[in-house]
């Protein structure tokens, strides 16, 4: 089987998760747009190679029909004959630095599009740039990007609901260290820009301040929302990049390379984001463009080489990994290079320059005619523009991004004359998952689930539904419950519940709405399916749960004389330290403790949760001297105890004194050490406040 078919069998196989409802998956998930969109799924990846300065075409594509030209307009930079990589057909061929693209052709992966640009082009870098990532008119100045108006347009909701259940990864990731032009959307910047794979973002503290509805206070809730999805999007793309893996594939050391490093071990660790910018820059290649001696050495050569190096790793890592399906690379650069060389060895600003395309599903059909080189030039001379840079932009949208002509139409404010990019067995121009070529339907509504064939099946909304349970009132009391009501009321709905023998109905007699009691704690299976729409079966999964236990630890100080309470298991506890109770609704709480017996109770409303009890004994300090003692012992016992119990002991644990003596008014006991053994001596003083043992030496 031809790699070609087998990959048309397994794209057109792809079309089953369209099925979603027929085979009981929860599509509450699914995108309200096309399916390639959901970050919860795997899906057409673009990644923009963008080459700054100006990209000097016939030097990197070469129409070899034109070389005798070649030679005799641009002497100082044309390739040496045997240095050209012959494609084999239409007489083209390659930079011999770019073998691996050589390589992409042979295996129907490349495919080459003549002299794109715009009309009246622009010799100025930031102005034709410009025109470029706005997808303007030369004489047209807008300030919104053709990718960031694409995206705003696929996520009206962005950037307000985002990151969401069904996005949770960034729309758009952008190497390097600013937001471009392109990524710029009427209403936010759509992109994330990354530079360090190690640390994406210094993830900073959540904070929610409310701001006033002026100019300044909506900037400011502007500012804060990006500073959260910086949060969250930072935590998925560093959470990606360590599980990412490159297959042992060895990258080439070059800030290409790097970037590209970064795109497949994001891609490799479940990173579904759709659109990646990467970017080379000197291209401007005044002077030095070759080298004076050999013309297939100098910049131009070294810079198509890193690409050619940074794009063979990535791609032998994507197709290691059986992922190179969804991958389509595509070149942009702000305009050409002059036909003819100049005095410096380079060549200088020009009009238009072919693109290259790469990736597995491409229509390789070259687009557009070799470029006709005279065979000397007087004056100025450009090449002749073949395609519109839009073309290419639209039909990206719409072949591969799962756009449509309106999707297209609305982001670059004109329709242009179709151009095949994708082959046609991929192509996909409702956005629906079946390629065109199989759909029988090919103008499905942006959302809708559809059979083999691209026609819409029957559906519903998830949230046509509306479960609320209500979990159990205490551990192990079974009284659990569960209402499920339906808010399209015009079907009458069949419900089946795991462990519940019986079929129950959503219908006008119990007003669209049906309550389930008395269930235990478990996870119940619900399916809804619709008699007259045979297709039709939603799934939910809900858990009926019990209160957890009563839980807590308490971190005594008695220095401090305080215990720090920690809780869980209830929003509300009641605590009681010596018969003294109180409500608090925190799960921490610190208490000041009492010299003496202090007895601690925690308890919740429910009952069934358990108590925490606990006795905490705060001995006052107890002050003795002299150490060593010869005569008497003194002590100074503070608090308000009138007697206390001494007891000495010697080293072996033999009693020598054991008696309750009076406390005087001057808190001082004395203790005559007559009868004590000399040694170490061991002496308690025990009563309501206090209770402290220390050692003494007797002399």
């Not at 996520?155 to 996005?167: G, T």
């Not at 509805?213 to 910086?230: I, R």
């Not at 050391?253 to 970017?279: C, H, M, P, W």
Request: hydrophobic share 35%; net charge negative; aromatic share 8%.
């Amino acid at each position: 089987m031809k790699r070609r078919t087998f990959i048309h069998q397994l794209t057109h196989a792809a079309a089953m998760p369209a099925l979603f409802s027929s085979f009981g998956i929860n599509p509450l998930n699914l995108s309200s747009y096309s399916l390639l969109s959901n970050t919860l799924q795997e899906g057409n990846i673009l990644i923009i190679l963008l080459l700054n300065g100006g990209n000097d075409g016939l030097n990197m594509v070469i129409p070899l029909n034109m070389k005798s030209n070649l030679h005799a307009v641009r002497p100082q930079v044309v390739l040496p004959d045997n240095k050209i990589l012959s494609l084999g057909t239409n007489d083209l061929g390659l930079h011999h630095s770019m073998s691996f693209f050589k390589s992409l052709h042979d295996e129907s992966r490349l495919k080459i599009v003549h002299s794109v640009g715009y009309q009246n082009p622009s010799y100025s870098h930031f102005r034709s740039m410009d025109i470029w990532q706005t997808g303007s008119e030369s004489n047209q100045y807008l300030t919104s990007g053709w990718l960031g108006r694409y995206l705003e347009n696929r996520h009206p909701e962005f950037p307000e609901a985002y990151p969401s259940d069904s996005y949770p990864h960034p729309l758009a990731l952008e190497m390097g260290w600013n937001s471009s032009l392109q990524f710029t959307g009427n209403r936010s910047f759509t992109s994330i820009v990354s530079s360090n794979p190690d640390n994406f973002f210094e993830i900073i503290n959540e904070f929610n301040n409310e701001y006033p509805s002026t100019n300044v206070g909506e900037k400011l809730k502007y500012l804060q929302l990006m500073a959260k999805q910086s949060n969250s999007y930072g935590e998925v793309l560093k959470d990606a990049y360590n599980k990412g893996e490159l297959a042992g594939i060895d990258f080439p050391r070059s800030n290409l390379a790097d970037q590209f490093k970064i795109i497949a071990k994001l891609i490799s660790g479940g990173l579904n984001t759709r659109i990646y910018k990467v970017e080379i820059g000197g291209f401007d290649t005044h002077g030095n463009q070759v080298d004076t001696n050999d013309h297939s050495k100098g910049e131009h050569a070294n810079l198509l080489g890193q690409i050619n190096d940074a794009v063979q790793a990535f791609m032998q890592v994507m197709d290691a990994q059986k992922k190179s399906d969804r991958i389509l690379g595509m070149t942009l650069t702000e305009f050409g290079r002059t036909v003819h060389s100049n005095g410096t060895n380079g060549t200088d600003h020009g009009t238009v320059a072919p693109m290259l395309f790469f990736g597995n599903k491409l229509d390789t059909t070259v687009l557009g005619t070799n470029p006709v080189i005279p065979s000397s030039i007087e004056g100025q001379f450009d090449l002749e523009r073949q395609f519109d840079y839009r073309q290419m932009y639209q039909a990206v949208i719409n072949q591969w991004l799962g756009g449509t002509s309106t999707t297209s139409t609305d982001v670059l404010y004109k329709d242009f004359e179709n151009v095949q990019i994708i082959a046609k067995d991929y192509a996909d121009l409702d956005g629906d998952g079946v390629g065109d070529v199989y759909d029988l339907c090919n103008d499905t509504a942006a959302g809708a689930i559809v059979d083999f064939n691209g026609c819409e099946i029957f559906t519903l909304p998830a949230d046509n539904y509306q479960i609320h349970t209500k979990s159990l009132s205490c551990i192990d009391s079974n009284n659990g419950a569960m209402t499920i009501r339906a808010i399209d009321t015009s079907y009458e709905y069949s419900i089946a519940i795991s462990v519940i023998d019986k079929i129950a109905a959503l219908n006008h007699e119990n007003e669209h709405q049906i309550t389930f009691s008395d269930l235990e704690v478990g996870t119940y299976h619900i399916s809804i399916t619709i008699d007259e729409k045979p297709n039709y079966n939603q799934i939910f999964d809900i858990k009926i749960v019990e209160p957890a236990p009563l839980e807590a630890a308490a971190l005594i100080d008695l220095t401090a004389k305080t215990a720090t309470l920690h809780l869980s298991g209830s929003e509300q506890y009641t605590v009681t330290l010596n018969g003294v109770s109180q409500e608090i609704k925190s799960q921490e709480i610190k208490l000041e403790l009492s010299s003496g017996t202090n007895r601690l109770q925690v308890h919740t409303p429910l009952s069934c949760q358990g108590m925490f009890e606990k006795e905490v004994f705060v001995s006052e300090k107890v002050v003795f001297y002299p150490n060593p003692i010869r005569d008497e012992l003194y002590l100074l016992l503070p608090g308000s105890d009138a007697t206390t119990q001494i007891s000495i002991y010697n080293e072996q644990g033999i009693e020598l004194f054991d008696k309750e003596l009076s406390i005087p008014l001057s808190r001082t006991v004395k203790l005559s050490s007559e009868a004590f053994t000399k040694g170490l001596i061991i002496v308690r003083a025990k009563g309501k406040t206090i209770d402290k043992t220390f050692k003494v030496i007797k002399q």
